[in-house]
């Protein structure tokens, strides 16, 4: 009985002991930023499933900077097994949505109709088309069921016939089918397990081929079709809908595995802060997101804390369902260390947080508190921006540094595309932020012709200690004048000329002045000048015989001798009479 007792007493000890044990010996897999993505290796769970990665930045299907490219693992929820284009043997009858359809004899008896494209795009003319698809209406289909945030995290894509499609282009896809070149660079570079079991279903791809060929995944009995097999294979192969989409990483603040077991979800607002471990199997993402905010009210009392446990008033929290407020400590070389949920924000906005120091390892951090909605494993979670302190902790009490900030400094590019605003801590310039701009700009003077157009650009940032910012550049060449000659004169012997003047057609500035040309010299031939009839003053004229140049003269003084002798003898004959 003695002995009994004393194992009673043994149980109860260890008993007492587990429950003095920090909550720090616990572990949730987490860390900062994105990890080490390995295309057709790593799996991700987004928007309620699994996706296997085929491409990153630099490579695989659809690289983007960024982004990475995902497939799904298996087929979606609520998706169904569809022909290429819907048809059927009924006349007229209502195809996916569309209100009417175009009859095609494909070679068979049996008049086959096909779904028209939907109204607003060009018409099909082979029923292999991508654009207005069941395929693709069924592609948008199943975003439409993504939670719109998820659904801003997947940048669209704009399909041509370069991308392996026939028919128009179709812009901003936010899923698509992989196109037999895709399919082909996944199948080279992955182990067939990896991307090809998808629950042993057909499905789709989006290039056509000729002839009715087939595309075989590797696997004995199982092949993956596209859209052009044939005209007549179209009216009775039924497949399914396997998406891909390109993922938004830019705005990461963590990743986790995502499990129950080890994922975020393990977390409790009454387990204090956890041991991270580096993302494991399946991760999913933490995302920055405008919705999420809240405010830290430091007391200027609370900027330099020295205590096992530090405290916080928060605000303007958002509140609602898998709401909390979470913090993270990630030491100096920038590896997530602590993760802990602070406070359950189902129902209030605002109050007060803790954050227990017991068990953390001494060290230097960066102490990061933010607004989380907690999504579950298969969901993306988001979170606000950040505040940011420096926290420094020995033998289980923390330092606090509240950084008391200078004003930001703009850094433009020199072509003005680019700005970045940073600022630093004035108890310690060590401690910088730093963010860069998103730049659009606008021409706001035209050219001239001797002046340079100007394109102002205008920076908006994502921060609120950053505030919008303009640069204006010259950096639209000038057009240069268009010269034209005008005033032109040629001289004469009478004048001068002018060799004119260089005038812009443009804005009329005299771009060049001319010069005067002197008159010409008179061409005289027997004494008179050929041009202006002007007489030669040098000419001398030789006395001529029978010059008949006074004979006016001559005939007038002829006429007055004339009228004398008659007057003279008319008054002589007068006097005789008398």
Avoid at 247 to 260: I, P, Q, R, W
Avoid at 529 to 538: F, H, I, K, L
Avoid at 544 to 564: F, Y
């Amino acid at each position: 009985m003695l002995e009994k007792g004393k194992w009673i007493a043994v149980l109860l000890a260890v008993a007492l002991l587990t429950t003095m044990i920090p909550a720090t010996v616990f572990a949730v897999r987490i860390q900062a930023n994105t990890p080490n993505i390995t295309v057709n290796t790593t799996k991700v769970a987004f928007a309620g499933q699994t996706w296997l990665v085929i491409g990153d930045a630099q490579k695989g299907v659809y690289p983007q900077a960024d982004h990475i490219t995902l497939l799904a693992a298996n087929p979606m929820k609520g998706s169904k097994r569809m022909e290429f284009r819907t048809s059927s043997s009924k006349e007229k009858e209502n195809f996916h949505g569309f209100e009417y359809a175009t009859k095609k004899n494909p070679g068979r008896t049996a008049i086959r109709y096909f779904a028209d494209n939907p109204t607003g795009m060009v018409a099909w003319k082979k029923p292999y088309e991508y654009a207005g698809s069941a395929l693709q209406q069924e592609m948008e289909d199943i975003a439409e069921t993504f939670s719109e945030k998820e659904q801003e995290l997947i940048t669209g894509r704009n399909l041509t016939s370069a991308d392996g499609i026939a028919g128009q282009a179709i812009s901003n896809q936010k899923l698509w089918a992989l196109s037999l070149d895709e399919w082909n660079t996944i199948h080279a570079g992955s182990d067939d397990d990896y991307v090809i079991d998808w629950n042993g279903d057909f499905w789709w791809l989006r290039t056509p081929f000729e002839g009715g060929k087939t595309v075989s995944d590797g696997v004995e009995g199982r092949y993956v079709r596209s859209g052009n097999i044939s005209e007549e294979a179209l009216l009775y192969e039924d497949y399914a809908a396997r998406p891909a989409l390109s993922l938004d990483l830019s705005k990461v603040l963590f990743t986790s595995t995502a499990n129950a077991t080890a994922g975020k979800s393990t977390a409790t607002v009454e387990a204090g802060l956890m041991r991270a471990q580096v993302a494991t199997g399946r991760i999913k993402f933490t995302v920055v997101d405008s919705s999420q905010h809240l405010d830290l009210v430091v007391a200027q009392g609370q900027k330099v804390q020295k205590v096992k446990e530090l405290k916080f008033n928060y605000s303007n929290a958002t509140s609602g369902e898998n709401q909390y407020v979470s913090c993270v400590l990630i030491n100096k070389n920038g590896v997530a260390k602590y993760y802990g949920k602070l406070a359950d924000n189902s129902q209030a906005a605002s109050g007060t947080i803790s954050i227990a120091l017991n068990g953390v390892a001494n060290g230097v951090y960066t102490l990061q508190i933010f607004s989380e909605q907690a999504n579950g494993d298969l969901y993306t979670d988001f979170c606000s921006d950040p505040v940011t302190y420096t926290l420094t902790v020995t033998d289980g009490k923390g330092t606090l540094h509240v950084h008391d900030w200078q004003e930001p400094v703009y850094t433009w590019s020199e072509d003005g595309t680019v700005c970045i605003a940073s600022r630093k801590c004035v108890g310690n310039p060590e401690h910088t932020q730093q963010v860069q701009a998103t730049v659009t700009s606008a021409q706001t003077k035209a050219p001239a012709c001797t002046e340079n157009g100007e394109t102002t650009y205008t920076a908006t940032f994502t921060v609120a200690w950053a505030t919008e910012q303009t640069k204006t550049v010259a950096n639209i060449a000038a057009l240069g004048h268009q010269p034209v000659l005008m005033s032109a004169k040629e001289a004469t012997c009478l004048a001068e000329g002018y060799t004119g003047d260089q005038v812009c057609t443009v804005c009329g500035e005299v771009v060049q002045r001319g010069a005067v040309i002197e008159k010409l010299p008179h061409h005289f031939e027997n004494g008179k000048c050929t041009v202006c009839g002007a007489a030669d003053p040098n000419a001398t004229v030789p006395p001529k015989t029978g010059d008949t140049s006074n004979v006016p003269l001559w005939a007038a003084l002829l006429l007055v001798s004339g009228v004398g002798a008659w007057t003279a003898a008319f008054h002589q004959k007068r006097r005789k009479a008398k």
